[in-house]
C-alpha cells in the first residue's frame, strides 16, 4: 500500500508565481482533505472532498487558493498568486468515510516557501 | 464554537518516566476522539480513536482513555524513540471536518 502521495515535496517560488500541489489519496477512500500548517496557526483544514464533491471550503483563505478532484485518484491545491504569508506544510489527507466518522492518513507533505 | 485544546505544549521526559498529555474538547454530541503522532518532516500518523467516556485503547507503551470532557494519552516507561508530536482531534458539527488540538510536543532524553 503506496500510502498518500503528494508532489512535489518541496517548492520554492517567488511572489506573484502561481503553485500547484498534488495528491494521490489512498485507493478506495472516498474522502479526501487539504490541510496547512504552521507554527502559529498549527494545522488548518482547507477544503475536503466526498466522493470528488467539495463539502466544505469555508477553510480556504481567500480567492487565491482554489482545489479541485476532477477524479477519485488525483486532486490538486492551487494559489494563484502565491504570497509569503502563504508559505507552509501543506498535507493532504485520505479516507474511508463509513458512518459518522473515520480515520485520516495524511501524506508527507508539500513545504512550500514562498519568497 | 467547538474547541480543542491539549496540554502542555511540550514535555521533557527522562526515558522510562511515565506520564500523561491532555486534550480538553467542546464540542456536542461526540463522535469520535482521535489522536495521532507527527515527526518532524513528516504527516500525522492516525494512532487511535476513542468514543466513548470509559473506553480505552492501547499501543505499546501508549495508553488512550476518555472522559466526557477530555482524553488522557498515558506513556508508559518512554523511550527516545516515543520522541514526536502529539495531535488530538474531533469531528465538527455539522460538517463533519476534524479540528486538531495545538498539539503536545514530546521529548525523551535517554
Known amino acids: 500500500d503506496a500510502g498518500v502521495i503528494q508532489s512535489p515535496r518541496h517548492e520554492v517560488t517567488e511572489m506573484g508565481q502561481e503553485v500547484t500541489l498534488r495528491c494521490k489519496p489512498i485507493?478506495?477512500?472516498?474522502?479526501l482533505f487539504w490541510y496547512r500548517q504552521t507554527m502559529m496557526r498549527g494545522l488548518e483544514l482547507l477544503i475536503y472532498?466526498?466522493?470528488?464533491?467539495?463539502?466544505?471550503d469555508s477553510g480556504m483563505p481567500e480567492d487565491r487558493f482554489s482545489a479541485k478532484m476532477p477524479n477519485a485518484s488525483f486532486s490538486t491545491l492551487k494559489i494563484q498568486p502565491s504570497e509569503p504569508r502563504d508559505s507552509a506544510v501543506y498535507f493532504c489527507a485520505s479516507s474511508l468515510r463509513t458512518g459518522q466518522t473515520y480515520e485520516q492518513y495524511f501524506g508527507p507533505g508539500t513545504r512550500l516557501t514562498v519568497t | 464554537e467547538d474547541q480543542v485544546t491539549q496540554s502542555p505544549e511540550a514535555l521533557r521526559l527522562q526515558e522510562g518516566e511515565s506520564s500523561s498529555l491532555n486534550c480538553s474538547y467542546t464540542v456536542s454530541g461526540l463522535r469520535g476522539l482521535f489522536w495521532y503522532r507527527q515527526d518532524p518532516g513528516k504527516g500525522p500518523e492516525f494512532l487511535f480513536t476513542l468514543y466513548s467516556a470509559g473506553e480505552e485503547k492501547e499501543k505499546e507503551r501508549l495508553k488512550a482513555t476518555l472522559t466526557k470532557k477530555e482524553s488522557f494519552l498515558h506513556i508508559t516507561a518512554p523511550k527516545p524513540e516515543d520522541s514526536a508530536t502529539y495531535l488530538c482531534a474531533v469531528p465538527t458539527i455539522p460538517n463533519n471536518d476534524m479540528r486538531f488540538g495545538a498539539g503536545t510536543r514530546l521529548t525523551v532524553k535517554p
Open positions: 485507493s478506495g477512500h472516498n474522502s
Open positions: 472532498f466526498n466522493n470528488n464533491v467539495p463539502i466544505d
